[in-house]
T-cell receptor, first 117, second 111 residues
Framework: ETGVTQTPRHLVMGMTNKKSLKCEQH?????MYWYKQSAKKPLELMFV???????ENNSVPSRFSPECPNSSHLFLHLHTLQPEDSALYLC????????????????FGEGSWLTVV | QKEVEQDPGPLSVPEGAIVSLNCTYS??????FMWYRQYSRKGPELLMY????GNKEDGRFTAQVDKSSKYISLFIRDSQPSDSATYLC???????????FGPGTSLSVIP
């Protein structure tokens, strides 16, 4: 059982739809992430939030809009997506801070499978 | 040159075999190294975590880091069909830095 839960697990949407992906972490972490995973490609970091502040945006198109209302919740709002945006979207969390402990590693949710038609 | 390279496979081995999974990297500043296992249609789960060079063992799994060669390995002893998954290596320079993932190696353990 994962400490990071994502909903919905599967989503099919048309190119004109607006939908949102939701992520909640129960690990007490202070950093949250959105990753995109497409077939045969490395994980692509999309957004990073640390202490509810967006600290990284890796040139993601504006049709993807993240929201982090608090340190436990993260959303990814989707609108006017393209078929090439179909992928597995993974939420993750970590505990930022110094030290070499495994607490600095990233823990993933089960992912939301998105299909854009 | 990609920052992290990993043979995508697929790698197919008989049950009970010793499996060796490898990654090479180009940035000598990487200090934190991780292996994730990802089952089909699931999120990656952390398998092993090591800091700097050396070996770390956990049950049937051994992670090895050779910073001088910029090469990391994951060994699986007595492989089981339940080990069939994609294995992702990952690394970062500091505990604040972003994690860089390899593309993953697909492993299939045949009963």
């Amino acid at each position: 059982e994962t400490g990071v839960t994502q909903t919905p697990r599967h989503l099919v949407m048309g190119m004109t739809n607006k939908k949102s992906l939701k992520c909640e972490q129960h690990l007490g972490h202070n950093a949250m992430y959105w990753y995109k995973q497409s077939a045969k490609k490395p994980l692509e970091l999309m957004f990073v939030y640390s202490l509810e502040e967006r600290v990284e945006n890796n040139s993601v198109p504006s049709r993807f809009s993240p929201e982090c209302p608090n340190s436990s919740h993260l959303f990814l709002h989707l609108h006017t997506l393209q078929p090439e945006d179909s992928a597995l979207y993974l939420c993750a969390s970590s505990q930022g801070g110094r030290g070499a402990g495994s607490g600095n590693t990233i823990y993933f949710g089960e992912g939301s499978w998105l299909t854009v038609v | 040159q990609k920052e992290v390279e990993q043979d995508p496979g697929p790698l197919s081995v008989p049950e009970g075999a010793i499996v060796s999974l490898n990654c090479t990297y180009s940035n000598s500043a990487f200090q934190y190294f991780m292996w994730y296992r990802q089952y089909s249609r699931k999120g990656p789960e952390l398998l092993m975590y090591t800091y700097s060079s050396g070996n770390k063992e956990d049950g049937r799994f051994t992670a090895q880091v050779d910073k001088s060669s910029k090469y990391i390995s994951l060994f699986i002893r007595d492989s089981q069909p339940s080990d069939s998954a994609t294995y992702l290596c990952a690394m970062r320079r500091t505990s604040y830095d972003k994690v860089i993932f390899g593309p993953g190696t697909s492993l299939s353990v045949i009963p």
